[in-house]
């Protein structure tokens, strides 16, 4: 069975909410699928004056356990147009896993939020690239076969890069149906390849 690693990082629950519906996603595809995310790397009493979304179900996952699945599907929300430290920091431990080609021909993909529609979703799934086909991942977007991409009659996400969604700027806005279906898409459109290239 192919396996699939849904790793996120969250602020304020939104990508969290996006990385469950890429996990069903994969799971339609049959998939063995996993959840985790990055460590928090602010200051808990930071966070807690902030109002981040502590409790997060999902358990943290280890650098050292990437190279056990077959597909990688990272999200994290858009920091400047670039992707949130916290993944960077993770992301900048596999330092070992890249000596040894530990990642290489595996299957990465990324999805993203941002405070506002033209926050940065782009450019941020965009500056995971180079990252993942440094660690030698098959980087696999989001194809216009998701026709919801397509939508100009409501403010959405989604890009043939990756599945995304706006948060605004106090985070009062959850990611819409649109928004959630792009993900499922992408999670299984991942997974569906990721088995074709393990095969």
């Known amino acids: 069975m192919t396996k699939v690693l849904v790793l996120y990082y969250s602020t304020y ?26 460590p928090e ?7 807690r004056q902030n109002h981040f979304k502590l409790d997060q179900a999902a358990p943290v ?7 056990e699945y077959d597909a990688v599907i990272f999200g994290a929300p858009t920091r400047y147009g ?8 993770f992301i900048d431990q596999t330092g070992g896993l890249w000596a040894k080609g530990a990642l290489n021909g595996k299957v990465g993909a990324a999805f993203t939020s941002s405070a506002t529609q ?6 941020t799934i ?3 690239v180079p990252t993942l086909m440094h660690l030698g991942f098959v980087v696999v977007g989001l194809p216009y076969s998701f026709a919801g991409q397509m939508c100009v009659d409501a403010v959405t996400g989604g890009s043939p890069y990756g599945a995304s ?7 009062s806005r959850q990611p819409s149906d649109n928004e959630l279906a792009g993900a ?3 999670g299984k459109h991942v997974a569906e390849i990721a088995k074709k290239l393990a095969a």
Do not use: C, W, Y
């Open 13 to 38: 629950g939104h990508i969290e909410t996006m990385a469950n519906a890429v996990a069903e996603g994969a799971r339609e595809a049959g998939a063995d699928v996993t959840v985790k995310r990055v």
């Open 41 to 47: 790397t602010v200051p808990e009493e930071v966070a």
């Open 61 to 67: 996952a280890t650098v050292d356990e990437l190279p």
């Open 82 to 89: 670039v992707f949130a430290s916290q993944m960077r920091a």
């Open 118 to 123: 033209h926050g940065g979703q782009e450019s």
């Open 126 to 128: 965009l500056t995971f």
């Open 165 to 171: 969604t706006i948060a605004n700027g106090d985070g």
């Open 184 to 186: 499922r898409f992408q």
